[in-house]
């Protein structure tokens, strides 16, 4: 966050700073809407390590949620009026409690979200899982940068791409991506490059009939999400030396339309540790939601009326989220 803010910016419309660019639009502060998503990362874990992540996340991270945590998440979550338990990580799957707190929430009548790496899915211990997550009607997000080799594997890795089109058809197998509502298959894109996320339904269109023709692979949806300028995709804008012209791409296409739609608004975020925070985004950069008197707040303590008056915390990265047709783990914002 230092490092953002370092960046010169005077030269914009808002000199870089969202808070006067919010302002502009008659957003003084930005508070929260009604609690719609439950957002619980499990650890850190993850056996990948791609580029643009922005958790960080890999094999050698040993963050991981404990079963104390979880449990608290679920007391906590049965104060709240949230419908979707969005569970993500590092790879979540690796947590050991990921399965009893996948069981807990559908039990509870939640719709719930993996977010999966997809090769995941052919580790030993759990090539059963998409059979396992189809039986209990959970939604299974992957990221998939591209419908093509090249572009997936220069982000994620060398081989990845083979990785993934096998792990997708292990989930049509199970009855992903048929268009049944219990078993929906959604692929995430983020760009590969230091440009913004382009029209989500157009984009669609030309993954379905993609990885249709060329691996039979069927999916439900495509959501795109703007890179952040945080943690390793950021040190990738650094080294390859399109930081500030990001930054600036980023801040002259602020959408004021986005704003209404922005997750923070919507969402609850849980660190593995058990704090609280607006979104993802701001978790991985450490601005904790903090009380009245200013102390951070945490899932053991968790008080909906006190956070539900909250004023969100915001920085130079937001520009991420309004951004052009807008960035949030739903996809964009502005159709």
């Not at 953002?4 to 006067?20: I, K, M, R, Y």
């Not at 643009?52 to 049965?78: I, K, Q």
């Not at 220069?154 to 792990?167: H, L, N, V, Y």
């Not at 952040?228 to 650094?238: Q, T």
Request: hydrophobic share 35%; charged share 20%.
């Amino acid at each position: 966050m230092q490092r953002l803010a370092e960046l010169d910016l005077s030269h914009t419309a808002s000199q870089g700073n969202f808070s006067v660019q919010m302002a502009q639009q008659g957003w003084s502060t930005l508070q929260p809407a009604q609690l719609e998503i439950f957002q619980i990362n499990v650890g850190k874990l993850c056996n990948m390590t791609c580029r643009h992540c922005h958790v960080d996340a890999g094999p050698d991270r040993r963050e991981m949620m404990d079963r104390e945590t979880v449990d608290a998440c679920l007391r906590a979550l049965d104060q709240t009026t949230a419908h979707t338990v969005d569970i993500t990580g590092g790879a979540p799957e690796l947590n050991p409690h990921f399965r009893y707190l996948v069981d807990q929430c559908v039990a509870r009548g939640k719709h719930v979200i993996d977010r999966c790496n997809l090769t995941v899915l052919l580790l030993p211990p759990f090539q059963d899982l998409p059979e396992w997550l189809a039986e209990r009607g959970v939604e299974v997000v992957c990221s998939l940068p591209h419908y093509r080799k090249f572009n997936t594997d220069s982000q994620r890795g060398d081989g990845t791409f083979e990785k993934s089109i096998e792990a997708l058809q292990r989930l049509n197998a199970a009855g992903y991506g048929q268009g049944d509502p219990q078993r929906q298959l959604t692929l995430m894109s983020n760009p590969v490059g230091a440009f913004l996320a382009s029209g989500q339904a157009k984009m669609e269109q030309e993954w379905k009939a993609g990885l249709q023709k060329n691996h039979g692979i069927q999916f439900d949806r495509l959501i795109t999400l703007n890179n952040m300028p945080i943690s390793r995709y950021l040190e990738w804008l650094e080294q390859s030396g399109n930081l500030q012209r990001y930054m600036e791409l980023l801040v002259s296409r602020f959408n004021p339309a986005t704003i209404n739609g922005l997750m923070c608004r919507n969402t609850l975020s849980v660190s593995w540790d058990g704090r609280l925070f607006d979104c993802d985004f701001n978790q991985m950069l450490d601005l904790e939601i903090r009380d009245p008197a200013g102390k951070p707040t945490h899932i053991r303590n968790f008080d909906p009326a006190q956070l539900a008056q909250r004023q969100i915390i915001t920085g130079r990265h937001c520009f991420g989220c309004t951004a052009g047709a807008g960035s949030s783990c739903g996809g964009a914002i502005e159709a």
